[in-house]
């Protein structure tokens, strides 16, 4: 009787587990939507922008701007975009593997999200920052992260600000990936306009105001902190598909194992009436 009470115990114990992930799951794929919305959308954004400065860049000495210098002295900066919560699958692990095999040995790192700042920090790499983001991303909590790593690259504290984070393919696929955000180079910028269908401005008629350096000067901070933004949002929706597989899987897991506890508990209740049918029958004919 005990092995039947721990059986039923057990099959209660998965019931609400699954009730939990699907409920995990039903919100994942919400909050994915709309974060697939987004990430979607700013990627045209940024293409146009990076269409706009590559032109303007066209029209001055390359490496003008103070966002395009290459810098000799500083060490390099790493923005790891990770998540604040688990439950994501293995989305973290990969993350994390592809910083130790690609990043720089000697950089700084800035995380964006905890999950990985204990990690990296377990693993000798030197953590200066870790900051949250919320799904709203407020620019409460963007304004000091750019201010930070603006600040930290301006001052030649770095002479290279890489990203590292998961690109958003589609639902079931998000790959990590290290892209150099500062310095900004003509060719990040033409790859960056290259990856949206967008119609090439012609320029040579166009009268500028100011000159185009200072117009320059003043996009390109608004150019890397869009492009800082939209890699934040390829995070956030990969995390969210991430979350609903691994969640979906969860539930299907936990209802496969309800099926078997089930047929444990049936063969087991079926041996006991069997034995109890038994005992009642030899004890009558030993009354006979």
Not at 38 to 53: C, D, E, K, P
Not at 229 to 246: F, N, T
């Amino acid at each position: 009787m005990a092995n039947l009470r721990d059986i039923k115990r057990r099959i209660k114990s998965v019931r609400n587990t699954s009730q939990i992930t699907k409920a995990m799951q039903m919100v994942a794929s919400a909050k994915m939507r709309r974060a697939q919305e987004l990430a979607l959308h700013g990627r045209a954004y940024i293409s146009a922008l990076a269409n706009v400065l590559q032109h303007l860049n066209a029209t001055i000495e390359q490496g003008g701007a103070s966002l395009m210098q290459m810098r000799e002295s500083g060490k390099p900066l790493v923005v790891v975009i990770s998540t604040d919560k688990g439950l994501c699958g293995a989305l973290n692990a990969n993350l994390l593997r592809e910083i130790i095999s690609k990043a720089p040995q000697d950089a700084d790192f800035m995380c964006i999200g905890s999950k990985l700042s204990s990690t990296l920090q377990r693993l000798g790499r030197n953590v200066r920052f870790t900051f949250s983001v919320s799904d709203s991303m407020s620019d409460v909590e963007l304004k000091p992260i750019y201010e930070s790593i603006f600040r930290g690259f301006k001052e030649a504290t770095y002479n290279r600000v890489i990203v590292a984070y998961q690109r958003f393919i589609n639902v079931m696929v998000q790959r990590p990936h290290l892209r150099e955000l500062l310095p900004i180079t003509a060719e990040d910028l033409r790859e960056i306009a290259a990856m949206d269908d967008i119609e090439d401005t012609q320029t040579d008629n166009f009268l500028l105001e100011p000159t185009p350096k200072k117009l320059l000067d003043s996009i390109l901070p608004l150019y890397a902190s869009n492009a800082l933004s939209q890699l934040i949002l390829e995070g956030k929706a990969s995390e969210q598909s991430a979350r609903m597989v691994a969640m979906k899987s969860a539930t299907e897991n936990a209802k496969n194992l309800i099926g078997e506890l089930t047929l444990d508990y049936n063969k087991a209740r079926q041996t006991q009436i069997t034995n109890e049918l038994l005992e009642i029958t030899t004890a009558t004919r030993a009354m006979e």
